[in-house]
């Protein structure tokens, strides 16, 4: 069953790049670290080239996933979004009814989030409150510790 992501042009470019830094870089070293385990001998008792092995199939499990991942992303077409709602890669004003905090948020693939610089996954809890609200609107996010109320300020691209 494929799951569908959607991705800023700049979001696919790093996923390319981390996958192809997986396929071309890692890949032969996991290789020679087995080689390098295997010279040392009895393939029995040696823990060094189990431990290689194991990582090697790690990593064999991570690129995969990453070619799923990239197979099913879609890259978004930002000049054809509708502003008046929210959606994925709207850049989101709201204040927080009870504090009156106000944040600016934007809205990306769960892989691209990234707090610190104020990117949400839609997949997150404020995220999925969020999505399909319009200006004015007041979003109620069920969060751990109970229902935030956020008022949707501005919404942009």
């Given at each position: 069953?494929?799951?569908?992501?959607?991705?800023?042009?700049e979001g696919l470019k790093k996923l390319r790049d981390e996958l192809n830094h997986l396929k071309d870089i890692e890949r032969p070293k996991a290789?020679?670290?087995?080689?390098?385990?295997?010279?040392?001998?009895?393939?029995?008792?040696?823990?060094?080239?189990?431990?290689?092995?194991?990582?090697?199939?790690?990593?064999?499990?991570?690129?995969?996933?990453?070619?799923?991942?990239?197979?099913?992303?879609?890259?978004?077409?930002?000049?054809?979004l509708d502003t008046s709602k929210v959606l994925a890669l709207s850049i989101v004003k709201i204040k927080n009814q009870a504090n009156g905090m106000e944040m600016t948020y934007t809205l990306v693939a769960e892989s691209e989030a990234d707090l610190a610089s104020g990117k949400i996954s839609v997949n997150s809890p404020i995220g999925k409150g969020l999505l399909g609200k319009s200006v004015g609107d007041v979003a109620e996010i069920q969060v751990p510790n109970g229902i935030m109320k956020f008022d949707i300020l501005e919404i942009s691209r």
């Open positions: 069953m494929s799951k569908v992501s959607y991705y800023t042009a290789s020679q670290a087995i080689a390098e385990a295997r010279d040392k001998g009895d393939l029995s008792e040696n823990a060094e080239y189990d431990a290689a092995k194991e990582a090697q199939g790690m990593l064999e499990m991570k690129i995969s996933k990453m070619e799923e991942t990239l197979a099913n992303a879609r890259v978004i077409d930002e000049s054809q």
